[in-house]
Each structure stands twice: as structure tokens, then as C-alpha cells.
């Protein structure tokens, strides 16, 4: 691996992410491009196909990947913090999904595996948050940016706790 390369990698990162609350320590953030799930990608060059940058990362600061994945400890897809990531298989990544309550069950029937509000991992806004927004919000008066600059969130994050989403929470 070159140096120019390495180099080239480590300026698209940002290490003043957010703080993960078990593990103590701050997200390495990859700020270029990522894939529609979030993970960071980065061109080896401008003849190999890319690879996630989490994993480039694992190869730069503990080599080869022998497992066969790298799975992220701080759940953000975008961290590669070496820290922060482990080795695993398939079925590893599984289990952690399950252990962290990220799976969301497509299967009819089976409500105690389908994980609403802030259980869901796509979740930015707690049940608290969803019921103050709903009782602040004035149709037509209060633009929704007011509530997205507040809470750190998109627009269509807040448009849908106001109007679609969180049928679980009550009505304040």
C-alpha cells in the first residue's frame, strides 16, 4: 500500500464524531462518499473497484480480514474507527444484530419481532421528542425546520412524526 493512498484515505475522515456512550470513545466519521446504507467508500485507484472504508480501515491498522467481515461495536456504518470495529462471519453479524435489537421482521404475525418507535434502528426521535414536537407544532405557523434544527434531524423526519409515523404515541 502506498503512502499516497493511505493519506488519501485519512483526509476523509473525520475523528470529532459523535461520543458512543458504551465504548467511551468518539467516532471516527467517514465524511466522502457512501453506499445507500450509510457505510464510507473509498477507489483504491482509479482502476480497482471500491471497497467500504471501514474495512480499508481494518486493513490498515490490523491487516488481512480472516473472518470475513468487519462488523462495527458503535453500530454508525460511516465510523472506521479501528476501535470500533471487530472481525466476524455472517452469522456473527446476525447474532449482533439480534443482540442489539436492529432486526425488523418483515414475517406477518410475529409483532414481538417488529420494533417501532425509538426501537427501530432507523430511529433519530425518542417517543418524548415525537409527543413535544406534536404539541409545539402549529399547522401553517411553525415551519418544521424550527423542529429539525432542535432535535438534529431532517425535515422528513419531522413531518413524519407529525403527520404519518409513530402511530404508537399517543396524541398529546
Known sequence: MDESTIARFWVKVDRKGPRHATLGTRC???VAA???DGYGVFGLSSR???VRAHRFSWLLAKGAVAAGLVLHKCDNPSCVR???LFEGTPADNTADMLAKGRYVSKIKGRPDLVHHGSQHSNARLTEQQVMQIRTEYVP???PLRVFAAR???CLSAVHYAISVGWRHVEAP
Do not use: A, E, I, L
Request: hydrophobic share 20%; no cysteine; charged share 35%.
Open 28 to 30: 471516527w466519521v467517514w
Open 34 to 36: 457512501k453506499d445507500k
Open 82 to 84: 479501528p476501535s470500533h
Open 140 to 142: 401553517r405557523k411553525t
Open 48 to 50: 480497482t473497484k471500491s
Open 151 to 153: 432535535y438534529g434531524v
